[in-house]
């Protein structure tokens, strides 16, 4: 598995898929959270190769693009490392850190 391509096509492939979307959810956001995760990256223990692909695909299909179908980011980030040979080992890995990285869940609210 040459990751060095696999994340060259994962790159390509969101930039692609993210060519009109709005603002907040562009290319330059996702360039923005893969820069700054290979960065805190270099001081933790992690497979910087899963985290690349987690950064570049966290938001591939913001559910609320989906009527709130957050099962269509997985499953095109799914897909796609599927179709470039990815383990599936790290496809669960990268699949399970998208279906849990949201903004919406790092506040817990009490009444």
């Known amino acids: 598995m ?5 994340i060259a096509a994962t790159i390509a492939f969101v930039k692609k898929e993210l060519k009109n979307a ?8 996702i360039e923005r959270v893969f820069k700054n995760s290979i960065l ?18 966290h938001d ?3 559910p609320k693009f989906y009527n709130g ?9 799914s897909e796609f490392l599927t179709n ?3 383990s599936k080992e790290i496809i669960k890995h990268v699949v399970n ?5 949201s903004y919406k869940n790092s ?3 009490s009444v």
């Open 97 to 101: 850190i998208i279906q849990h990285i």
């Open 69 to 77: 179908d957050e099962t269509v980011g997985p499953r095109v980030a």
């Open 22 to 29: 709005e603002g907040g959810h562009d290319w330059f956001h």
């Open 40 to 57: 805190i990256s270099k001081d933790e223990k992690v497979d910087v190769f899963v985290v690349s692909l987690a950064a570049l695909l």
């Open 2 to 6: 040459d990751k060095e391509k696999i």
């Open 60 to 62: 591939i299909a913001d």
């Open 107 to 109: 506040f817990r609210y």
């Open 84 to 86: 470039q040979n990815v």
